[in-house]
């Protein structure tokens, strides 16, 4: 009995530790953007300074600001150029889906305000989720740029109406020798969309989550889910792709960078209430194993 009472706790951490862990939760308690700095760049799910939140830096590039402001992370777009905000949410090397059900999940909350109301047509609001090469990683603040970036894209429209027939589009890097990551469309390929012309676009105010998961399949693809949700988005409150990458380009990802461009087709204010990064492995074989041995350790007892 002494024995199985031991063992119980270690087996059940073992087993549940393989369900998955938080990289990233930063909701800036810290009140700085720039911690924890090159190279280290994230907390990577260790809380080193105990004050709640995993951080992770991030670095501002273009016109505009991006400050800690009222627990947030707050940055202004100009009013005709763009912003770029960038964070590195896993250490040099990046964050590998090494195996069949291996998946990454990003959320991203956050409150525009100041948003474009004439109805534009552009895909000005952008975002990536991709793996940048160790030796192009920012290390002060200005725009990210590599001739070899591999990932995803979020090219959208962002108006209170939503202003063009493809407002949420779902990207994968095409061109590698291009530097820049998101001002040029043409370093990207579409891959699917949602939403129409006409539909409910965003509201001053109102808080939006942006999440996006890929996970690893048996067969070596990537299944993508890419999500914008909030207020009357899309008419429904959501705006979603569901994606599954045959031809991947890349199982690594270490990168989240967002580019909105010219306040008069996004909005004047971001303000990041949350941003959050979590890796869920596939069910490994030690926790199937701890779980056997559960089996036989309750078999055991019962026949005592």
Not at 2 to 22: D, I, Q
Not at 190 to 215: C, H, K, M, P, R
Not at 236 to 241: F, K, S
Request: net charge negative; hydrophobic share 35%.
């Amino acid at each position: 009995m002494k024995r199985f009472r031991v063992l119980l706790p270690v087996v059940v951490g073992s087993a549940l530790s393989c369900y998955g862990a938080t990289l990233v939760n930063d909701t800036w308690q810290d009140g700085s953007r720039t911690d924890p700095a090159s190279p280290v760049y994230s907390e990577y799910g260790v809380d080193a300074d105990a004050d709640g939140d995993l951080e992770s830096a991030w670095y501002h590039g273009g016109g505009g600001t991006l400050e800690v402001a009222g627990g947030n992370l707050v940055g202004t777009v100009p009013e005709t150029s763009s912003s770029s905000w960038t964070t590195y949410f896993a250490p040099p090397g990046g964050l590998t889906l090494s195996n069949p059900g291996d998946s990454l999940r990003l959320t991203w909350v956050f409150t525009p305000t100041g948003v474009d109301d004439t109805g534009n047509t552009s895909q000005s609001f952008r975002l990536a989720i991709v793996d940048t090469p160790d030796d192009a990683r920012l290390t002060a603040d200005g725009s990210p740029g590599s001739t070899t970036y591999t990932g995803y894209a979020m090219f959208m429209n962002m108006a209170t109406t939503l202003g063009r027939s493809t407002p949420f589009s779902l990207m994968e890097r095409g061109q590698l020798g291009s530097v820049d990551l998101l001002s040029s469309s043409g370093n990207w390929t579409s891959l699917i969309d949602d939403g129409n012309t006409g539909d409910t676009g965003y509201a001053d105010g109102v808080q939006y989550t942006y999440f996006f998961e890929a996970t690893r399949t048996e067969e070596g693809h990537l299944q993508l889910v890419s999500r914008m949700s909030g207020g009357d988005l899309g008419n429904d409150g959501t705006l979603e792709v569901v994606f599954v990458d045959e031809t991947p380009n890349t199982f690594t990802f270490d990168t989240f960078a967002l580019r909105p461009s010219r306040a008069d087709q996004t909005a004047d204010v971001f303000s990041t209430h949350l941003f959050k990064v979590e890796f869920i492995p596939e069910p490994s074989s030690f926790a199937l194993a701890g779980l056997g041995l559960l089996g036989v350790l309750f078999a055991r007892r019962l026949r005592r």
